[in-house]
């Protein structure tokens, strides 16, 4: 199963609103990542979990919030987001063996719209 | 500051023709990986090249990474509608981070 899911394909909210992105991967992965992706735009990393362990915040504001319940899933909780954070948002695995045939498989992503 | 480029940016070519995509930097990389991203979905890997000079083929693509592991290209002969899409590499270092390229949007019309 080489597989990531996502959840929800579609978001729209408002810019009061509490939400959470959901993603999940079955591949014993310890490694998991969250990126945005602007159209047509390469994706910017986010976050990285490492054996459930926060280890990379690429200085993303405090309206997004990872966590990570264990080392199946990943989430990112969203509250007081702009219009400007409508965008693609990835999730990403690995399995971390290290450099160099560490490989990153995506998820399908979440569509967000902020209003 | 990007630290893999990719040319050109943008591509639009008949069913068909050949073509080339370059991934280029100035910085070492323990591998590199390509993806294929179709609008509103997530890239899909395609293959990851890890020695100097190597050489991959999946079918009608094949993946070059440079002898000095700096630069990487992907060439698809006869390109068929299917393959448009927005070619990303991706280049992982020796501190197991990722590095994206700024992606190719190939279009290819019947």
């Known amino acids: 199963d080489t597989e990531v899911t996502q959840t929800p394909k579609h978001l729209v909210m408002g810019m009061t609103n509490k939400k959470s992105l959901k993603c999940e991967q079955h591949?014993?992965?310890?490694?998991m990542y969250w990126y945005k992706q602007k159209a047509k735009k390469p994706p910017e990393l986010m976050f990285v979990?490492?054996?459930?362990?926060?280890?990379i915040n690429e200085s993303v504001p405090s309206r997004f919030s990872p966590e990570c319940p264990n080392s199946s899933l990943l989430n990112l909780h969203l509250h007081a987001l702009q219009p400007e954070d409508s965008a693609l948002y990835l999730c990403?695995?690995?399995?971390?063996?290290?450099?160099?045939?560490?490989?990153?498989?995506f998820g399908p992503g979440t569509r967000l719209t902020v209003l | 500051t990007q630290l893999l480029e990719q040319s050109p940016q943008f591509l639009s070519i008949q069913e068909g023709e050949n073509l080339t995509v370059y991934c280029n930097s100035s910085?070492?990389?323990?591998?590199l990986q390509w993806y294929r991203q179709e609008p509103g979905e997530g890239p899909v890997l395609l293959v990851t090249?890890?020695?100097?000079?190597e050489v991959k083929k999946l079918k009608r693509l094949t993946f070059q990474f440079g002898d000095a592991r700096k630069d990487s290209s992907l060439h698809i002969t006869a390109a068929q509608p299917g393959d448009t899409g927005l070619y990303l590499c991706a280049g992982l270092n020796n501190f197991n981070k990722f590095y994206f390229g700024s992606g190719t949007k190939l279009n290819v019309k019947p």
């Open positions: 910085s070492v990389f323990s591998s």
């Open positions: 979990y490492s054996y459930e362990k926060l280890s």
């Open positions: 990403a695995s690995s399995s971390r063996t290290g450099p160099p045939y560490n490989e990153q498989f």
């Open positions: 090249v890890v020695t100097g000079g």
């Open positions: 591949m014993g992965h310890r490694a």
